[in-house]
């Protein structure tokens, strides 16, 4: 299944969306994201000046992972830099579940995790 068809991604644009972030840490992987936000969500607002759409911080886990395999350090990876000077680590190029497993692709690797649960939070502003 695509992560479009759970509901806490209910109007997320992954595909849009910039990692900030991420670290492994106590079977736990969190990204750190610049969300593409759309209408659907709740969370959604009039996006600022020369957006295209609303972005909001967030952090996606997920937790209690059994195992994990093909994720790069963010050492490895080169950020990207746009015009204002903020860096990035590209795009969550995809995310499938099957099963209890994950599935991800980006800059960051192809990774796949085994087991656990996901969990995916704004930050307050």
Known sequence: MNYTELEIF????????????????NNCLSFDLEASVWPESRYYSKPKKGEFT?????RLDFLN???????KEME????STDASGE???G??????IEDDDYFLEGDFG???I???EIRFEFYRS
Not at 10 to 25: A, M, N, P, Q
Not at 54 to 58: H, I, L, R, S, T
Not at 76 to 79: A, H, I, L
């Open 54 to 58: 609303c972005y909001k911080k967030v």
């Open 114 to 116: 085994k087991g656990g």
């Open 76 to 79: 490895q990876v080169k950020p």
């Open 110 to 112: 192809e990774v796949t």
């Open 10 to 25: 209910k109007g997320i644009d992954l595909t849009d969306s910039f990692v900030l972030y991420w670290e492994l840490k």
């Open 87 to 89: 860096t990035d680590y």
């Open 91 to 96: 795009n969550i190029d995809a995310l499938t």
């Open 65 to 71: 992972l059994e195992s994990i395999h093909g994720l």
